[in-house]
């Protein structure tokens, strides 16, 4: 069965950098492209950026121009790397297929921006 597994997450300052990554197994990685979402304290789980089959990726207004996101379909693996970083970017970071279909959750991985 498809599996998502995010890592990469952990505390950083103000205007600090991370780099999160999302490893997929049971699924043809190749073959779809993949969302990154978020879930900040007390909000609902949001769509941040979709890195698209021919490596290409977008975003939304917030994260654009201080995320970018990758991928490495040698390793089944997304990435997304994340530049100064503000307070208001902190939560559980996800990734999945998009558009969405059946394929569960993974546990996130969380970001905390805080000095």
């Known amino acids: 069965q498809v599996q998502v597994v995010e890592s990469g997450g952990g505390l950083v300052q103000p205007g600090g950098s991370l780099r999160v990554s999302c490893a997929a197994s049971g699924i043809i990685f190749s073959h779809y492209a993949w969302g990154w979402y978020r879930q900040r304290p007390g909000n609902q789980r949001e769509l941040v950026a979709i890195?698209?089959?021919?490596?290409?990726?977008d975003y939304v207004p917030s994260v654009k121009g201080r995320f970018t996101a990758s991928r490495d379909n040698t390793k089944n693996t997304a990435y997304m790397e994340m530049k100064s970083l503000k307070p208001e970017d902190t939560a559980v970071y996800y990734c999945?297929?998009?558009?969405?279909?059946?394929?569960?959750w993974g546990q996130g991985t969380q970001v905390t921006v805080s000095s």
């Open positions: 890195v698209l089959t021919n490596g290409t990726a």
């Open positions: 999945n297929p998009f558009p969405r279909g059946t394929a569960p």
